[in-house]
């Protein structure tokens, strides 16, 4: 299985953008690379995935690097709401395994 | 929808004694998954069913705990004897998959939080 690296925790002022990194360079060809996040208390919730080309949706984008070794989720406009563990998870789109690390802690602040 | 349904919510017992988590997965959705969460491992994957039928127990901790899926709507886990070690919250997930556009995006249930004095 494909290992990811996040940095632990970042910072971000409300109403900014935030970035989040992961390193996915063991990523195989087939490997989707998804997104989710938990606020505190809650279950888990999907973001986006992706495979080569970025995406978009309603929730945040995602950009993958060309060699595929790396993405930035990017929240456009944080609100506090947004305070939560962000996951960059490697997934293969077959059985659904999904393994789930330490994330990056994102701390919107006012 | 109502999203998936865990029970109960919160649940406090004392060492000894048998646990029994319920979930009640999507409507239509194919794959249900266990997770564990603790402050110490994260979360973890326990065990996860296919059309019903358990694809993967390698996470499951040790004998005493146990998964069934009887039937497409309903799944439960069991703690039996349960330790305190075994505090933790629970979580039920359940997918679709669209094989075609190969996408696995689960969704969680609430949890629940045990806690085994």
């Known amino acids: 299985d494909a290992k990811t690296t996040q940095p632990p925790s970042m910072d971000c002022a409300e109403g900014r953008a935030a970035n989040l990194p992961c390193n996915h360079s063991?990523?195989?060809?087939?490997?989707?690379v998804y997104w989710y996040r938990q606020i505190h208390s809650q279950g888990p919730q999907y973001i986006i995935h992706?495979?080569?080309n970025n995406e978009t949706n309603e929730m945040a984008s995602l950009i993958i690097t060309e060699d595929r070794k790396s993405s930035t989720l990017i929240l456009p406009h944080a609100t506090l709401r947004d305070t939560a563990v962000y996951y960059c998870?490697?997934?293969?789109?077959?059985?659904?395994?999904?393994?789930f690390g330490q994330g990056t802690t994102l701390q919107v602040k006012p | 929808d109502a999203g998936v349904i865990q029970s109960p919510r919160h649940e406090v017992t004392e060492m000894g004694q048998e646990v029994t988590l319920r979930c009640k997965p999507i409507?239509?959705?194919?794959?249900l998954f266990w997770y564990r969460q603790t402050m110490m491992r994260g979360l973890e994957l326990l065990i996860y069913?296919?059309?019903?039928?358990?694809?993967?127990d390698s996470g499951m901790p040790e004998d005493r705990f146990s998964a069934k899926m009887p039937n497409a709507s309903f799944s439960t886990l069991k703690i039996q004897p349960s330790e305190p070690r075994d505090s933790a919250v629970y979580f039920c997930?359940?997918?679709?998959?669209?094989?075609?556009?190969?996408?696995?995006?689960?969704?969680f249930g609430p949890g629940t939080r045990l806690t085994v004095l």
């Open positions: 997930a359940s997918s679709s998959f669209k094989r075609g556009a190969r996408t696995d995006t689960q969704y």
């Open positions: 063991t990523i195989s060809g087939n490997e989707y």
């Open positions: 992706g495979l080569k």
């Open positions: 998870i490697p997934g293969s789109g077959n059985t659904g395994k999904l393994i």
């Open positions: 409507s239509g959705h194919d794959y």
């Open positions: 069913f296919n059309n019903n039928v358990p694809i993967d």
